[in-house]
């Protein structure tokens, strides 16, 4: 589903340049459903979507400049970035993960439990290791199809190339969470490559014989923009911060937005469905647009 939701909240912004992109893309045609809970996947990566949309916003987009402290500036904001330039805007949409939240210096009006979501929520720690091969080793009688779970130093393993089976090649997705993580962290992604390695051909006979040596890492939790995976609450915080949420509804009463004044907030921690997943951040971006866009009709 989630990136089903994702081009459909594209196609909801009723934009010409997103309709041009999406032909151009050929998104739709591009889908390939498959009986997983990621119904589509778009062929070459979804990265083609980032991508595309920000080489048509190209000259909108200012890259290399880290937010540091948001002031109050008459009824709108003034920005204050760590290249020390400086921004006065009318309306502000934060769009950082929650873990960067806490390093932002807000000298503006926020709720006191906001402000506590902000120091307490916390993302869950995950890293990858996608290791290729010569073929789909794993497809034996011993072995599995899709995924493995393990308690070998990685707690799963899955076909990345699952639904690309014109492929002779393939690769797998080594999965580490929680203390996992922390556990490997330090090591070289030689090191890693190596231990994962002797580790799977306990499972999988035949694979390190097979491996084609082409290994990548992902690191978010050592990303210093990042600093984790994806939103982890704690028990009790998602119902005790449950007002910080966007919300859909048919019902106008039962709507929500997070918004102080015109600053506004979006991020997958910030969405009720669909929090720690990417469509959490195209819904909260998309409901973040509408609340400013509501506000400037207003003025009008």
């Not at 915080?237 to 937005?257: A, D, G, H, K, L």
Request: charged letters at 25%; glycine letters at 8%; a neutral charge.
């Amino acid at each position: 589903m989630k990136l089903k939701i994702l081009v459909w909240e594209l196609l909801e912004t009723k934009s010409p340049k997103f309709s041009d992109l999406l032909n151009k893309l050929a998104i739709v045609k591009n889908i390939k459903a498959v009986l997983v809970d990621e119904t589509y996947v778009v062929k070459n990566g979804s990265g083609q979507i980032i991508e595309s949309l920000a080489a048509v916003f190209a000259d909108r987009i200012k890259t290399n400049k880290r937010l540091q402290k948001i002031m109050p500036d008459g009824s709108g904001y003034r920005l204050l970035f760590s290249d020390r330039s400086i921004v006065d805007a009318d309306y502000v949409i934060i769009a950082v993960p929650i873990s960067r939240l806490r390093n932002l210096d807000f000298q503006v009006e926020l709720k006191p439990k906001f402000k506590r979501l902000i120091q307490e929520v916390n993302l869950g720690k995950n890293d990858k290791v996608i290791a290729g091969f010569e073929n789909r080793v794993w497809l034996q009688n011993e072995g599995f199809t899709e995924t493995v779970w393990s308690d070998l130093g990685f707690c799963q393993a899955w076909d990345e190339t699952q639904r690309q089976p014109e492929l002779k090649n393939a690769a797998l997705t080594f999965f580490l969470g929680g203390n996992e993580v922390g556990a490997n962290q330090a090591k070289s992604l030689s090191t890693l490559k190596q231990d994962f390695l002797e580790h799977f051909e306990q499972i999988i006979p035949q694979a390190k014989s097979t491996a084609t040596g082409k290994v990548f890492r992902t690191n978010w939790s050592r990303d210093p923009l990042i600093k984790g995976g994806y939103t982890n609450f704690e028990p009790g915080q998602y119902t005790e911060f449950s007002e910080f949420r966007y919300i859909e509804s048919e019902v106008p009463q039962e709507r929500q937005q997070v918004a102080f004044g015109n600053l506004i907030f979006a991020g997958e921690h910030f969405s009720d469905e669909f929090y720690g997943y990417m469509n959490g951040g195209a819904q909260t971006g998309r409901l973040a647009a509408q609340v400013i866009t509501a506000k400037i009709s207003l003025v009008k």
